[in-house]
């Protein structure tokens, strides 16, 4: 691991000497905006003799310790200050007999994050490339290994021995902190679904919403997702909307594809799939029970959902200017980042600062970006929200989701 780490940085080296600092000294703008849009580590040139100059765990006999010796300057630099602090992490790791901590070269898709997402298995992203695409944001080799190392340590932290003897406030928590969990739950997502629901065309959708409960976010922060609940239905489905607008840049164009309409689904099938799971005590569910939920679906969830979509594309109009004018705060007025984004009291912590409108979005290159369905489902779980909708649209909302919460997403 340690010999890996000290060829990237060597790339890292190369790359800031003879592509960044180019980049940087050229005084086209064009230039200089494709450089600022790559995350890199050294802001200026490093001699190589610094790889030489380290101990690399002791692979380099005689040298230097390699954390403070090659971060030196690390308390002048928040570029470098990242790379003390991922690499001291990478480092305790690597001599955890309990963790897998293995360099790769190899190119990961979302499908495979999933399929290893129950193991602690970290593999640690090596380039030797200039630069290579990481949730949507060009990193150069050193910023791509501080990019995987952060994920691996925030995992570890949730999922690890310390993690696992934390309280856990949720079954949700619970749940994506323990590994056997984890591995169940991706079997009722990917590996089980019913027959009946093929023609729903689910596996991107649900490929990408397992991706990001697995490995984008700590279990804390996904476990509000899986509740069964208006709230846990909106959550679930701004997660998969982000990731298809706004970091789309860090998707292939399987997962880009992914519609609106198939992202919902997929989201309220995860949901009434969690609650026949935890109604069954999380043990095995059987193909009986996995049917009869199935069918439960399409039968009452689904219609239900294609009410709320329908309602959201005849009135998206009037859906939009009433949370902009009422609900949003804008920024930067007559310019092409041009934005409004949610600040009201009347939305729950987690809608609040959800962008709904922004003219440009420079990192997805979307024009004209636009999250007002997002932003519906979440007003759905206000009183005031659900009258001031009905009132811009002279229409009466359709029946509360999910159906066997008829009152919990309203009042909580």
Known sequence: ???????????????????????????????????????????????????????????????????????????????????????????????????????????????????????????????????????????????????????????????????RQRPSYSPGDRTLRTWQRRLELRCLLLDQRPACLEPLELDPALVLLLFYLLHEQTPNDGAPCLNYSNDGFALCFSMLGLARREARAGLVEEYQSVTDTQAARAALWTLCLWKCWQTADFGALTQKQREACAQNFERRERPRLEQHLAFIERHRGALRQLFADRHCIREGKGTPSDSFSIDSRYFKYRANSLPLFQIRHERSGLCHLDNTDLIYFHALSSPVLRKQMESVTGASLPPCLPTGREQGSVHG
């Open 1 to 163: 691991m340690y010999l890996a780490v000290a060829l990237v940085a060597l790339c890292e080296i190369i790359t800031e000497r003879q592509i960044l600092a180019p980049l940087r000294s050229n005084d086209s703008q064009a230039r200089a905006a494709e450089q600022s849009q790559i995350y890199s580590t050294f802001a200026s040139p490093v001699d190589p003799e610094i790889i030489m100059e380290c101990d690399w765990g002791g692979n380099n006999p005689g040298g230097l310790n390699t954390t403070t010796h090659f971060c030196k300057n690390h308390a002048q630099s928040t570029s470098l200050e990242r790379l003390f602090i991922a690499l001291n992490g990478l480092f305790i790791a690597v001599y955890d007999k309990t963790l897998f901590v293995l360099p790769s070269f190899q190119e990961l898709g979302l499908n495979d994050f999933c399929r290893f997402g129950h193991l602690p298995v970290y593999p640690i992203g090596m380039i030797t490339t200039y630069a290579l695409n990481a949730d949507g944001a060009m990193m150069s080799p050193l910023s791509f290994l501080i990019h995987d190392i952060a994920h691996m340590s925030a995992l570890v932290g949730c999922t690890g021995e310390h993690g």
